[in-house]
């Protein structure tokens, strides 16, 4: 792959569920935020944004935080922001919450996204929006959707699909567990037992 992209860990705040910062969540002893940029570093991109409440700097010191772009539009804001700032044609998107994804399934979505499209895996009607490659080209249409206050990532990507900008790609079953979230103590308790 010769063309460079750029990436954003979409890292948001303090989770009512979890009851803590989901980011300082250790597995294996490691913060989770920082399993997820290690992930997209092993990818090598041009850069590595990381979108939500600021790390501890010196841990971080490599890494560019982005403020939402506009504050409440939950990641879109965060994807908003990353794009706005990002000097590649691509932006390879990744949640925090996604702990099981893996850099191989991430380079298969790079590798079929160009500068003109990007790629959204799909779990029959649902859309997974962070772990997706967006053109820069998409900023005009998130701009716009911040704009009239529709935050909603399923309709940028059902609007990407729908103007040619965005890719979908069917997730085989035996890559569904790569898009486990984890929202809970007990999804968290579930993880450690696989990694124990």
Known sequence: MTESFSAVLIAGGQSSRMGQDKALIEINGVPLWQRQIRLLAELEPGEIFLAGPPRDADATAAYTFLEDATPAAGPLGGLAAALRRCVTTRLLALALDLPQMTSAYLLQLLAQSDKRAGVV???????????AVYPKGSLATVEAMLAQQRYSLQ?????????????????????????????????????NRHHA
């Open 121 to 131: 895996p799909i779990r029959g009607i649902r859309y997974e929006p962070l772990a």
């Open 155 to 191: 309709n940028l990507c059902v609007l990407g699909s729908a103007e040619g900008w965005l890719l979908k790609r069917t997730v085989a079953p035996e890559d569904d567990y790569l898009f486990t979230n984890m929202n809970t103590p007990e999804d968290l308790a579930a993880l």
